[in-house]
C-alpha cells in the first residue's frame, strides 16, 4: 500500500478501509500484555508523554466532525503500548479509563471496540 492511499483513506471510518476489521480484537488479551513482556517500569517522562498523546488523539475523536483514521490508530496504539510498559493511566473527567472511553467513542461510531469494557 502507498502512503498516498492510506493518507487518501485516513479521513474514512475503518470499516470503508479494505482489511481493517481483520486486525485482532485485544479485548481477551490486553490484561495480560505486561506480564507477557515483563518490562521494568519506564520513566516518569516516557510515562507522561504517552498519556498526553492518547489524550489528545481521543479528545480530538471526541470533538471533531469528520473522521480521522489516524488519530483512531495512535490512540490505539498508545493505550496498546501503556498496557505492554504497564503505565498508569488516569481517568478522564467522567470517571472512565482511557480504556473505556477509547471503546465509547468506537461504540458512538459503530466501530468495533478494542478493550471490551462495556
Known sequence: MSRAWLESKASEPAELVPGAALGP??????????????IPGVSSRVSRRLCHRIK???????????????????ALSGLLAARVLDVRLPRVRSGRTLYEEYDALMRRRGLREEFGTT
Open 25 to 38: 480484537a485485544f479485548a481477551d488479551y490486553h490484561r495480560t500484555l505486561p506480564q507477557s513482556f515483563d
Open 56 to 74: 489528545r488523539a481521543l479528545e480530538h475523536m471526541r470533538s471533531c466532525r469528520t473522521w480521522d483514521e489516524q488519530e483512531r490508530i495512535v
